[in-house]
């Protein structure tokens, strides 16, 4: 299959210009008919298709080489549609949209008969975002119907936060794919559950514990995802969060202590691997990177603003396979707060390998 790739550049409908409604229109067209399209969102790149169309998702499947019981998430572009596709709309739901809508928010809802089982994995229930991306709210609306989007990567590659990373995934694969820019948010959204008494995150996200507490009152979090290292055998609710995710060829090792030990644990870690003729890489950040003697160091952001380490987390994941390094040392990133969605996709790329110093 050739891959249409095309450039938009737009903030808001308004400023689009005739090639971008023109890109628009066609890649709609496609959705509608059938077709797969990947765009940019605020979180990722979503790989789309129409949610209401079981060949479709299929066709989803099977160009990240997804497993099947690993649902998709529907995507909406007014909160009302939330009606056509769920029913029993609990209260929370309502008050977490009114909130968190559009934005990175998945909520988790009971599915209507509209829903085919391809897309929500056979479950009962269907993932439901209105994301506030414009080229996303562009393109649902252009396809007159509910966008089946997972990340736009291949099964276990990191997810793509570039048109670039897309490219390296899903060329030959989909129709097309459209070019938005380097995405705002770079991790997924946080996946809320609100189908029993107490609202769960099953997948954390920007949308933190504490923002949505400050709406709905208690929620929690599903124990599986925590630490799925000690509590193996616990079965997470989202299903997706059971699958080994984002892991670069490289060994990657997380360094976790107060800064000074561990750079020092790091650099003698990088001592000997480059003494066994090994390529070294740490993932440091601005305040740390010049303390380290890997072969390549890398800053992922500034810890005084944990959004620019969400933000560079998967691409510098990515880099590190074009690099082709052997080894990579990461520095440990705080639990709470946008924190522990970053340290839930860095400990399953590693493999839940942490030294504790
Ligand atoms: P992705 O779109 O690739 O970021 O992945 C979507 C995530 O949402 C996966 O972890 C899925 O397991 C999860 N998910 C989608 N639908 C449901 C559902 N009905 N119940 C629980 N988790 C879901
Ligand atoms: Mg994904």
């Given at each position: ?19 971008d ?7 709609g ?67 977490l ?60 590659r ?5 048109a ?105 870690m ?28 890398e800053?992922?952001g ?31 990133f705080e ?23």
């Amino acid at each position: 299959m050739n891959t249409k790739f095309c450039t938009v550049d737009f903030k808001n409908e308004q400023d689009m210009t005739e090639h971008d409604k023109e890109v628009i229109m066609e890649a709609g067209s496609i959705l509608k008919n059938g077709g797969l399209v990947a765009f940019p969102t605020e979180t990722v790149y979503g790989l789309g298709g129409d949610g209401l169309d079981k060949k479709a998702s299929e066709k989803i499947y099977a160009a990240k080489g997804r497993p099947s019981d690993n649902p998709l998430i529907v995507h909406i572009a007014d909160i009302q549609a939330m009606e056509v596709l769920a029913g029993d709309i609990p209260k929370t739901a309502w008050q977490l949209a009114g909130k968190f809508w559009p934005g990175p928010m998945t909520m988790i809802l009971n599915k209507k008969d509209i829903v085919p089982y391809e897309t929500t994995g056979g479950l009962d229930t269907v993932a439901i975002r209105f994301p506030s991306h414009p080229v996303a709210c562009a393109l649902i609306k252009a396809s007159g119907t509910y966008i089946a989007a997972p990340s736009a990567n291949t099964s276990g590659r990191p997810s793509p936060t570039l048109a670039s990373h897309v490219r390296e995934d899903m060329d030959g694969k989909i129709d097309m794919i459209v070019d938005g820019g380097r995405v705002g948010i770079g991790i997924e959204s946080t996946i809320v559950d609100v189908t029993g008494e107490v609202p769960m995150i099953l997948r954390p996200g920007y949308i933190t514990k504490e923002m949505l507490e400050a709406v709905v009152g208690h929620v929690e979090i599903d124990p599986a995802i925590i630490d799925d290292h000690l509590l193996k055998g616990v079965r997470p609710k989202a299903p997706g969060m059971k699958y080994k995710h984002y892991a670069p060829k490289g060994d990657l090792t997380i360094v976790e202590g107060d800064s000074e030990s561990v750079i020092d644990t790091i650099n003698r870690m990088v001592d000997i691997a480059k003494a066994e003729g090994k390529k070294t890489a740490v993932i440091a950040v601005d305040e740390t990177k010049k303390a380290y003697r890997g072969d390549i160091v890398e800053s992922i952001g500034t810890r005084s603003r944990e959004e620019t380490i969400a933000a560079n987390l998967y691409d510098i994941l990515r880099r590190m396979d074009t690099l082709g390094v052997d080894v990579i040392y990461s520095e440990s990133f705080e639990d709470g707060g946008l924190g522990q969605a970053v340290m839930n996709r860095l400990l399953k790329a590693a493999g839940h390998q942490v030294i504790k110093v």
